[in-house]
Every structure is written in structure tokens, then in C-alpha cells.
């Protein structure tokens, strides 16, 4: 049960795509919105980055508030769903398909954000890649939110080898193992609607809470609030979830001139 290196080129499409699509409760996705209105300063007119983003589960709302609202995502089902959503509603939405690491932009946002746990997917070097080029992408003073719920807080004091259950018409079920030579949570995922099943198989970095911090900053972002929900909660041993806002440095400021005398 490991997952290949790009596990996640493949990993999303099929019922995986709907089962993520339908899974998550309304009230979770407005307690999302509220949090990253909140805590990346958020207002209309806003340039704001959500990587990877899915169907738009976030992005539509902040784009619905005003915001310039692009989202990048590696899955075509995930998109196209989204765009056709955007078009219904009347939004002008950029729903990109783009690796999370290529991000081509140079300060071209306000605010980004990286929901869903979907840090972690790739390899170390990855990791830092895609924390580079989400600073990169940010203008200076700029607002990062990263959703983490596989820090080694997070994860170890709940983890279980076996886990189903019934999640909007969908029977969902999980195996999970750690990998102490890897530092990887391995999982094999069976997706079952009525008839249909499919099974996929997925693998997420573990980082500590002081890790991911440290490669925040060697990205350039300076750590604002850590949070253990979207409620505001502080992050503690055992929280579900590891919220981080961030911020890019500002630009410097030139130097006031002095009036000298020769």
C-alpha cells in the first residue's frame, strides 16, 4: 500500500472528484470563507490565489464577496464543474489547470491560500517549491493562509489504520499507515456509489508544527496566527486541523533624506 511518487497526477478524477465535491457540509465551506476574509484581509477588488482549488469550493464565495478571485488545480474534473458553476452564477473567475508548483506569477496577489490539506502531496524539495512560488506569486505585504491537517500534532495522537463510514450518499472507507523511513502517511482510499466503487491510493508528508513553520520563512513569510479551526481556535496537541496565516515582508521603504552640509 504506497502510492506512487505522482500519486496525485491521477488521484483526482472519478468518484474521488465527487466524492470530495459533495463532502464537505456548507457551514464548513462559510466558516472557510469567513476565516480567510478575516485573516487575509480581505475586501472587494482583493487579488486573491487559491492553490490547489479544486471546484472552486472557496474560490466562488470570495469571488461572490468581490474579490478577483484565480484558482489553479491540477484536475480537469475538478474544474470544469467549477467554471461551469462560475458561468451560473455570473462570476468572472480564472479557474487555471496548472501543477501547484507552476505558478507564473511575480506579486500579482493580495492574498493566496492552499485549503483542503493539500499541503504535503509532493516531496520535500516540492513542498519548498510550492511555498516559493506561492511567495513569489504574492505582492510584498501579501497574506498566505496554508490548512494543514497531517502535522505530526495533528496526526499521530488520532491516527487509525481503519476508518468507513456513509458521507453524502458515498461509502467511504480508509486504510492508513505511517512510514518511519519516509516521514509519509500512506492511505488506500475505496469510493463506493451504489454500484460503482473505485480505489485510489494517496501518500501526504508528515511535518511538524516548528517544520512547516521554518520553511514559511525560508519561503520569505513571516508567521502571523496559528489556528486549530477556522473558528479561531489555538492550534493545540491533537487539533484536527493546523491553520497558518503568513505574510510576504513589505517592500523597503527608501531612506528619508538629511539635509547635510559640506
Same mark, same amino acid.
Given at each position: 500500500m504506497t502510492a506512487p511518487a505522482n500519486w496525485w497526477e491521477s488521484f483526482f478524477s472519478g468518484l474521488a472528484v465527487d466524492f470530495w465535491r459533495a463532502a464537505v !457540509? /456548507?457551514?464548513a465551506t462559510a466558516e472557510d470563507v469567513a476565516f480567510l476574509w478575516k485573516h487575509l484581509a480581505l475586501r472587494p477588488g482583493s487579488r486573491v490565489l487559491?492553490? !490547489?482549488c479544486g471546484a472552486?469550493? &472557496?474560490? &466562488? !464565495?470570495l469571488a461572490e464577496r468581490g474579490c478577483a478571485a484565480t484558482g489553479v488545480d491540477i484536475s480537469e474534473e475538478f474544474l470544469v464543474p467549477g467554471r461551469a458553476e462560475a458561468e451560473r452564477r455570473g462570476l468572472e473567475v480564472a479557474l487555471l489547470r496548472a501543477?501547484?508548483?507552476d505558478l507564473p506569477w511575480t506579486g500579482e496577489f493580495d492574498a493566496a491560500f492552499c485549503f483542503g490539506n493539500s499541503f504535503g #502531496? +509532493?516531496?520535500d524539495a516540492g513542498?519548498? %517549491? #510550492? &511555498? %516559493? %512560488?506561492?511567495?513569489?506569486?504574492l505582492a510584498p505585504g501579501g497574506r498566505f493562509a496554508l490548512d494543514y491537517g497531517q502535522s505530526a500534532e495533528s496526526v499521530f495522537p488520532r491516527l487509525a489504520e481503519? /476508518?468507513?463510514?456513509?458521507?453524502?450518499?458515498?461509502? #467511504?472507507?480508509?486504510?492508513t499507515r505511517y512510514d518511519l523511513l519516509t516521514g509519509r502517511i500512506e492511505n488506500r482510499f475505496v469510493f463506493t456509489l451504489g454500484e460503482r466503487s473505485e480505489t485510489k491510493l494517496a501518500s501526504q508528508r508528515v511535518y511538524t508544527v516548528r /517544520?512547516?513553520?521554518?520553511? +514559511?520563512?525560508e519561503a520569505g513569510l513571516t508567521i502571523r496566527g496559528l489556528f486549530g479551526s477556522p473558528r479561531e481556535e489555538p492550534f493545540s496537541l491533537g487539533s484536527h486541523r493546523l491553520l497558518i496565516v503568513a505574510e510576504k515582508a513589505r517592500a523597503a521603504s527608501a531612506a528619508p533624506l538629511r539635509a547635510t552640509r559640506d
Open positions: !457540509p /456548507q457551514e487559491d492553490v !490547489p472552486g469550493r &472557496l474560490t &466562488l !464565495p501543477e501547484m508548483r #502531496f +509532493l516531496d513542498d519548498a %517549491a #510550492f &511555498l %516559493a %512560488a506561492v511567495a513569489c506569486a481503519h /476508518q468507513e463510514g456513509e458521507v453524502a450518499g458515498f461509502h #467511504f472507507a480508509e486504510d /517544520q512547516v513553520v521554518r520553511m +514559511l520563512a
